[in-house]
């Protein structure tokens, strides 16, 4: 059984350009969220993907967006990036149900 | 008021001592709780699932408080791979649409 896997494990991008970042989720696993971890800080919720749709969504502005694929793998994709989406963006996999989310090792986003 | 607070520490411990973190939070509606552990530039992983009678797995003993709204982790004969950030989490939706809430973190050192 593998893991969740995420991809690129760091990133540097310009302020200002787009990026996407990939997940590809623990086998059995349907529903896959984002987050946002800032240096110091826990991990901040940015979306839930449930079979291809977006079933819950944290305090992010709409540049930041996503995808499901029918395999339950997921992107994150941020447009105009700004200095402060510098973080650790890490990616988790469910069930779906009340069971704990098992978290990918993220990429580290740096923007200059 | 945040809704998963913790005190983020530093807690220096020595080896073998019992150590014990709590945190509280604020949405009396939250439906599943967890601690996870996470070292240093690591993902977060999960250490425990948390219930109103208290459950233990091995050193480790975790328990709800719904009346008071917090929850505990005990941790016995602490050892020095134990050093890590501790997060309590809280999940608010059963679908899990409304994402994990996460805390700080608390940052325990094991001193031998």
């Known amino acids: 059984e593998t893991g969740v896997t995420q991809s690129p494990t760091h990133l540097i991008k310009t302020r200002g350009q787009q990026v996407t970042l990939r997940c590809s989720s623990q086998s059995g696993h349907n529903t896959v969220s984002w987050y946002q971890q800032a240096l110091g800080q826990g991990p901040q919720f940015i979306f839930q993907?449930?079979?291809?749709?977006?079933?819950g969504r944290g305090n992010f502005p709409p540049r930041f967006s996503g995808l499901q694929f029918p395999n339950y793998s997921s992107e994150l994709n941020v447009n105009a990036l700004e200095l402060d989406d510098s973080a650790l963006y890490l990616c988790a996999s469910s069930t779906g149900q009340n069971y704990g989310y098992t978290f990918g090792s993220g990429t580290r986003l740096t923007v200059v | 008021r945040k809704e998963v607070e913790q005190d983020p520490g530093p807690f220096n411990v020595p080896e073998g001592a019992t150590v014990a973190f709590n945190c509280t939070y604020s949405?009396?509606?939250?439906?599943?709780f967890f601690w996870y552990r996470q070292d240093c530039r690591k993902e977060p992983k999960l250490l425990m699932s948390v219930y109103s009678s208290g459950n233990e797995d091995g050193r480790f003993t975790a328990q709800l408080n719904r009346a008071s709204q917090y929850i505990s982790l005990l941790i016995r004969d602490s050892k020095l791979s134990d050093s890590a950030t501790y997060l309590c989490?809280?999940?608010?939706?059963?679908?899990?649409?409304?994402?994990?809430?996460f805390g700080k973190g608390t940052h325990l050192i094991i001193q031998p």
């Open positions: 949405n009396s509606a939250s439906q599943s």
């Open positions: 989490v809280v999940n608010v939706s059963g679908g899990g649409a409304d994402g994990l809430t």
């Open positions: 993907y449930y079979r291809e749709e977006e079933n």
